[in-house]
């Protein structure tokens, strides 16, 4: 296995990594092309939550496929992008009308650090090929996640069916699950745009006698 792709010492004990990650490991060595993102990034969202601090779940679909921009949190961007991807500028514009305000960049790692998990359903991507590891193994990484995480009540933010679709790995009703439209520009103005989902996080999250997410301001 690539020493680059260890697993994410508190994630370590899913099965995925003994009886999964071995043939993607080798998937990846097999074709020359070079990866997004980098080896070094690709379990970014797992290294920076732990599953103990994990308290909002956000699911992607996979990296994007333009070289610069994926880091290994799901839409998020590194801070020098500009224009934004145009589902992270629809967000932005959500958040503004839904709490006032919005992030100044695309970097989103000030979410991971208050325990938002930005995780992606495919870890890895081609350049110019979006989709084109969706079917390589990594899906079971995000059913076991998913599993996992429904031991204590946490909030998941399903946007569009594919990310819905692992909503049945989600145990217990004692979770709060907003599921809606995704952000993109195909699929916004069909029930993305207006649900208001950081203030209902919030809410529940204050609900639960826990601190509320800072959206806006790194």
Known sequence: MNALLTPPPTWQNLPFFA????????????NAQNHLPPAH?????LEVCAPQNTRVVILGQDPYPTPGHAHGLSFSVEPNVQPLPRSLNNIYKEMAEDLGACPPNGDLHFWADQGVLLLNTALTVLPGQAGVHAK??????????????????????????HAQGFAKHIRGDHHLILQTAHPSPLSARRGFFGSRPFSKINDWLKANGQEPINWTTP
């Open 136 to 161: 390589i193994g990594w899906s079971k990484l995000t059913e076991q996640v998913m599993d996992h995480l429904s031991d204590s009540p946490r909030a998941f933010l399903l946007w569009g069916k």
């Open 41 to 45: 990034q690709v379990f970014a969202a």
């Open 19 to 30: 009886q999964d990650l071995p043939g993607i490991s080798e998937h990846l060595a097999e």
